[in-house]
């Protein structure tokens, strides 16, 4: 098995899910709380790597990260250096294309939480960021574990958006997927069995994870509230 690859698998997936705790909590509390009509349309926006093929995402990625896109450019300004084919061009595609399975399940724990006990802090006079942090997340973390969960094993299994974004640069930006591929390629049937059945393990344990945590939170939430 090709271990540079999977061990830069697992870095791209762990530093995914933690950049998406970050971007998309709050992202995920305001679709959760707001009351404005056209949050459908940032919904939509935040679904559509589901839906969207990942070699398209590639395409638009690559093109907003080069040297002429608008994040390429600025990036390039400040850093001096480029972002495509590099680890990092590797963490922004792989965030935006797993961004709806932690920014998903990071809002239905949120509406899961009881407004009345947010409302009650509020009247004792804890900060909203007070509330957030002593109610509202010890009450969510299931279901905000679970996204993290998610989004970790999708970023495993990625191939169209990495490939487009990254390519195939040994210890660089070639992950288990194209090594995988590429082993494929090589009519090493065996080296891509192996790689493969490690993945599959991996994932498995991955979602079983993800479904307790599900199955937990549904528990602490009997009513079914949405």
């Given at each position: 098995m090709d271990w540079t690859a999977i061990a830069l698998t697992a870095r791209l997936s762990g530093c995914t899910a933690l950049m998406l705790l970050v971007t998309g909590l709050p992202l995920a509390w305001w679709l959760a709380t707001t009351r404005w009509r056209g949050r459908l349309f940032?919904?939509?926006?935040?679904?559509?790597?589901?839906?969207?093929?990942?070699t398209v995402l590639?395409?638009?990625?690559?093109?907003?990260?080069?040297?002429?896109?608008?994040?390429g450019g600025w990036y390039e300004t400040l850093a001096g250096?480029?972002?495509?084919?590099?680890?990092?061009?590797?963490?922004?595609?792989?965030?935006?294309?797993?961004?709806?399975?932690a920014v998903q399940p990071f809002t239905a724990a949120f509406r899961a939480v009881d407004p009345r006990l947010v409302e009650a802090s509020r009247s004792?006079?804890?900060?909203?960021?007070?509330?957030f942090r002593r109610i509202v997340v010890p009450l969510a973390w299931p279901g905000l574990l679970a996204g993290m969960v998610l989004s970790f094993a999708h970023t495993l299994g990625e191939f169209?958006?990495?490939?487009?974004?990254?390519?195939?640069?040994?210890?660089?930006?070639?992950?288990?997927?194209?090594?995988?591929?590429?082993?494929?390629?090589?009519?090493?049937?065996?080296?891509a069995g192996r790689t493969s059945l490690f993945l599959l393990v991996v994932s498995f344990?991955?979602?079983?994870?993800?479904?307790?945590?599900?199955?937990?939170?549904?528990?602490?939430n009997p009513a079914g509230r949405d």
């Open positions: 940032v919904e939509a926006v935040v679904a559509l790597p589901l839906v969207l093929p990942p590639g395409y638009y990625v690559l093109v907003a990260l080069g040297p002429h896109g608008v994040l250096s480029r972002l495509p084919f590099t680890f990092g061009g590797l963490l922004v595609a792989s965030s935006l294309y797993s961004l709806p399975f004792l006079g804890a900060s909203p960021w007070h509330t169209g958006v990495v490939l487009m974004v990254g390519g195939n640069i040994p210890g660089v930006t070639r992950t288990v997927s194209i090594a995988i591929y590429d082993q494929v390629q090589g009519l090493d049937y065996a080296g344990l991955v979602l079983s994870l993800t479904y307790a945590l599900q199955r937990n939170l549904r528990l602490g």
